[in-house]
């Protein structure tokens, strides 16, 4: 007969049976119990021990009231540890009770979905959450950056890693919890809470090393992505419209010149394919074009990327040194991408180094000097930044000797045929499947869309109807929902224009402009060698009597 593996004794203050089921109606458990049970005076009932003389293992647990006590037995398992940790350890529950409230380390239980089935008191009060507050809620909502749902979900532990919250690094463990069938059923984290005091420096050293590499890895990587291997001309920017046209003109006759030009227009319109172009057209077309992108770079690194540094000039910087973008640019062209991100105190730098092509290398005191043209692009709106001091209006001159504007999508929509035509081309080509067509239909619905996103959002539209059309033509529903145009196309030119932009978008005088700048070096130049006219004449390498043609010119703007 198969004994039972469960089982329930109640018995009286006199060790009478009051009620039993299982193996609590075996007799030789009964008597054993009873016999606790009846010693109580000497010996103290623990709430959970082994039951002895019965094999094999069993646990017991006791409920003690003042009538009697209910015997609850079950099977311990072989090597059942907690069973036997609470079996023999009289104080097990008060180690428990330590162990979920340590004001020194706090555990966090999740469960397997990653909600919060218990909080240390400790990390409650830390976040400012009143007790329980936290509980049934997703962790990642509750604790700031934390990794826990990670390990329910890879049953991967993480030891001994720094983890940033709310200001304060604190070093967590993390630990999948799996029952007895190595089903996983919870996660533990385990956090320091001692202080910051209690991190020793060199790990704090190490986690803010860690997260600058980071920062680091991820700058170069989108830097990377962006230096693709293609040729960019002319023939690159698509479009033939009126506005495209005129682009198209204005780089011919802007890219032969050494002057810098400024490219303003919304995203995705084409300034990094202008630059290309302007750069490839130049006489510096066979040198290199250099990118630099001031949004996308971490602050920390915007000085020594842009100026380089000598070796040892911060904690895992290169020993030999490095090059800087202003450096690698040296005869060639720099794009410097979103300039009006540019934070106040770089823009001062960089003014310095347009002035007089001068700089040095971070760490470093030797003066080095770099020739390039300079391109660069945003798509802020320049008036708005000045008027609120968030870019200086003297580097605003020296960029923009030229500015061309980018047109946006919805101001030319007659060119949407073309370049859906070329993305649909380009994308057959580069995954080696037949190119689809788009019908009329289609075209001018796209038409009718606003294109906040303006080519690219075209070209990323086009590309993912091409993947989601059945059959060789483009469906409307595989455009998935864009936006339709609300008509607000003429607002926003005028809100994108730089002050002096001239209302024929693209149109300059390219004269006046470099005029502009060569008066302004010049002006420039005097009052910093205090009038000294060879020097002067030295510095720009122009001959005396050119510039004092110059400062006639110069003395006449003044007073007229
Ligand atoms: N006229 C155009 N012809 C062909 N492709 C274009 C044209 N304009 C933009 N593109 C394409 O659209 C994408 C975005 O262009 P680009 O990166 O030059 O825009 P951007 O104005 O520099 O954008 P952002 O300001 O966001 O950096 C690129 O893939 C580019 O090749």
Redesign the pocket.
């Known amino acids: 007969m198969r004994r039972d593996t469960e089982g329930i004794l109640v018995l009286d203050e006199d060790g009478q049976t009051r009620f039993a089921s299982g193996l609590g109606i075996d007799a030789a458990v009964a008597q054993t119990l009873s016999r606790v049970w009846m010693q109580r005076s000497g010996v103290p009932v623990k709430r959970l021990f082994a039951l002895p003389g019965i094999e094999p293992a069993h646990s017991v647990a006791a409920l003690v009231a003042s009538q009697g006590v209910c015997f609850l037995i079950f099977a311990a398992g072989e090597g059942d540890e907690l069973t036997e940790f609470i079996a023999t350890v009289d104080c097990a529950a008060d180690i428990f009770r330590y162990f979920i409230t340590n004001p020194y380390e706090a555990m966090n239980v999740i469960d397997a979905a990653g909600n919060l089935l218990y909080m240390s008191p400790i990390h409650e009060r830390s976040i400012g959450l009143k007790r329980g507050d936290a509980i049934g809620r997703p962790v990642r909502d509750v604790i700031e950056n934390t990794r826990l749902q990670e390990v329910v979900m890879t049953g991967k532990p993480q030891i001994g890693e720094a983890h940033e919250s709310h200001g304060v690094t604190r070093i967590v463990s993390r630990i999948p919890i799996f029952d007895r069938n190595r089903k996983l059923v919870a996660a533990i984290g385990q956090v320091m809470f001692k202080g910051p005091q209690a991190i020793p420096q060199a790990i704090q050293d190490i986690s803010n090393e860690l997260a600058r590499v980071r920062q680091e890895r991820d700058f170069y990587k989108r830097e990377l992505s962006g230096i693709r291997n293609r040729s960019y001309g002319l023939d690159?920017?698509?479009?033939s419209s009126n506005a495209?046209k005129r682009l198209k003109e204005d780089v011919l006759r802007v890219a032969p010149l050494d002057v810098p030009v400024l490219?303003v227009?919304?995203?995705?319109?084409?300034?990094?394919?202008?630059?290309h172009a302007l750069h490839l057209l130049s006489p510096r077309g066979d040198k290199s074009l250099t990118l630099v992108?001031a949004a996308a770079m971490p602050a920390n690194l915007v000085e020594s990327e842009l100026f380089g540094y000598e070796g040892g000039a911060f904690t895992g910087a290169d020993k030999r040194g490095r090059k800087g973008k202003f450096e690698l640019s040296n005869s060639g062209s720099l794009f410097l991408?979103?300039i009006g991100d540019m934070p106040l105190e770089m823009q001062v730098k960089l003014l310095r180094v347009l002035q007089d092509g001068t700089f040095q290398r971070v760490g470093g005191d030797r003066l080095l000097h770099s020739d390039f043209r300079l391109i660069s692009?945003?798509?802020r709106d320049f008036q708005q930044m000045i008027a609120d001091n968030t870019f200086r209006l003297d580097l605003f001159y020296r960029i923009s000797a030229v500015t061309l504007y980018?047109p946006p999508l919805r101001d030319r929509l007659e060119?949407i045929p073309e370049?859906a035509d070329?993305?649909l081309a380009a994308f057959a080509k580069r995954q080696g499947v037949p190119k689809k067509s788009i019908d009329d239909h289609v075209i001018r619905y796209l038409q009718s869309c606003s294109w906040p996103g303006?080519?690219?959002q075209?070209?990323h539209a086009v590309e993912r109807a091409a993947i989601f059309s059945d059959g060789d033509k483009l469906a409307i529903e595989s455009f998935g929902g864009l936006e339709r145009s609300a008509d607000t196309g003429a607002s926003l030119e005028k809100e994108y224009r730089p002050f002096d932009m001239p209302t024929n978008p693209g149109r300059f005088d390219v004269w006046e402009a470099k005029q502009r700048v060569e008066l302004e070096l010049i002006a420039e130049a005097m009052e910093r060698t205090g009038g000294n006219k060879k020097r002067v004449a030295e510095e720009l390498g122009i001959s005396r009597s050119y510039l004092y043609k110059q400062l006639r010119m110069l003395e006449a703007g003044k007073t007229s």
């Open positions: 690159q920017i698509v479009g495209i490219l227009g919304e995203s995705g319109t084409g300034k990094e394919l202008v630059a992108n991408d979103e692009a945003s798509h980018l060119d370049l070329t993305f303006n080519v690219r075209l070209q």
